[in-house]
């Protein structure tokens, strides 16, 4: 009885030896799986690289907000060194025009010929051309005071005075052959380079970006796993990469803080720049300049117009003589020396 009710069953379709392998749709399974699986190592690699570049570049901007510290402090040093320079210039300042008001008292007290008050205005003169020399290197003021002298000396028409007069012309020629520094203008174009320091594009600036919202994908039935690890993977991804091109190499990352601190230090140099332009020392006119040469050209976009303006007035700058071998008036003072001694002897 049994026999029978098994014959009348249905039997079981028998699967042939191999025909599970034979299924194409398991291959394209495999394959979409190997693919998948391919690349998600392929892109945690690539994340793992640009998240390794990112902490190289921030350590390097960091060692470059402690190099500018030290630069900032080292400033502030020759700062107030350059500040204790001027005082002492200050100080002769004021102890040539006391000397020049104790000259002019003594002048109006004393009851002199007239040409012993010629004498007296020549020698005034002099002696500001001389402090116009000594102090400022002023050749214009200097040959101005020597052209009011001598002119004062032709109103007269002395022919004891001829003597003084020539060796004025020979000073009043060695004068204008000097090789004129135009300081004021120079001045100028150092101000305007500092004035327009704050608008000058820099090579790269980094940004915190703001994280962006994304809206939660919606879940249906018939999402895979696979989609949504996918999905997942992709958003992390786009949070945490961002992908700039840079034409220029070694381009240094800087925060804004570090922008900041950049900008102040360059305006330092040019700051020195310019009292040691005051002062007349080329050597650390020209260094303060070349220093801030190099910044400009390492940190700011070289290809903009105005950062290739300011690294050509720079330049042009750093190339220019301050320090010219002025001429020495001692010529005229002994000449006048002489007139004088003569006249006493009288």
């Known amino acids: 009885m049994s026999e029978a009710r098994q014959s009348l069953l249905p039997r079981a379709p028998r699967l ?19 693919l998948m699986a391919w690349q998600w190592l392929e892109t945690r690699a690539k994340l793992m690289q640009t998240q390794q570049e990112l902490a190289r570049r921030l350590s390097e901007s960091d060692r470059v907000v402690n190099e500018s510290r030290a630069l900032v402090s080292k400033a502030m040093e020759q700062t107030a060194e350059l500040q204790r320079k001027f005082g002492a210039i200050e100080a002769r300042l004021a102890e040539f025009q006391d ?48 052209e009011a002298a001598d002119a004062r000396l032709g109103r007269v028409d002395r022919p004891q005075f001829l003597p003084l007069r020539r060796t004025l012309a020979r000073d009043l020629e060695r004068l204008r052959a000097t090789p004129f520094v135009d300081v004021p203008g120079m001045n100028l174009r150092l101000e305007n380079v500092i004035v327009g320091l704050d608008t000058l594009p820099l090579a790269l600036e980094l940004k915190t970006p703001s994280p962006a919202r994304q809206e939660p994908a919606p879940q249906t039935l018939e ?17 945490l990469v961002r992908i700039q091109r ?26 020195n720049a310019r009292l040691a332009l005051l002062t007349r020392d080329q ?19 070289v290809e903009e117009k105005s950062v290739q303006a300011a690294l050509a007035a720079l330049k042009q700058l ?10 020495s008036l001692n010529d005229s003072l002994a000449a006048l020396q002489n007139l004088k001694n003569r006249r006493e002897k009288r």
Do not use: C, M
């Open 246 to 271: 840079f034409d220029r190499r070694e381009v240094v990352l800087l925060s804004p803080e570090q922008s900041l601190i950049l900008r102040e230090n360059i305006k330092l140099r040019l700051l």
């Open 318 to 327: 750093a190339a220019t003589d301050i320090v010219v071998e002025l001429p």
């Open 223 to 239: 999402a895979s796993w696979w989609r949504t690890l996918l999905q997942e993977s992709w958003a992390e991804l786009k949070g």
């Open 99 to 146: 000397q020049a008001d104790a000259l002019r008292a003594l002048q109006q007290e004393a009851a002199v010929s007239r040409d012993d008050a010629l004498l007296a205005e020549v020698e005034q003169a002099l002696n500001n051309a001389v402090q116009q020399l000594q102090l400022s290197g002023n050749v214009q003021a200097a040959i101005l005071a020597l």
């Open 283 to 301: 050597w650390l006119f020209r260094s303060e300049l070349k220093a801030a040469h190099a910044w400009l050209e390492r940190y700011f976009q």
């Open 16 to 34: 042939r030896p191999g025909a599970f392998w034979r299924n194409p749709w398991l291959w394209v399974a495999l394959a979409a799986l190997g």
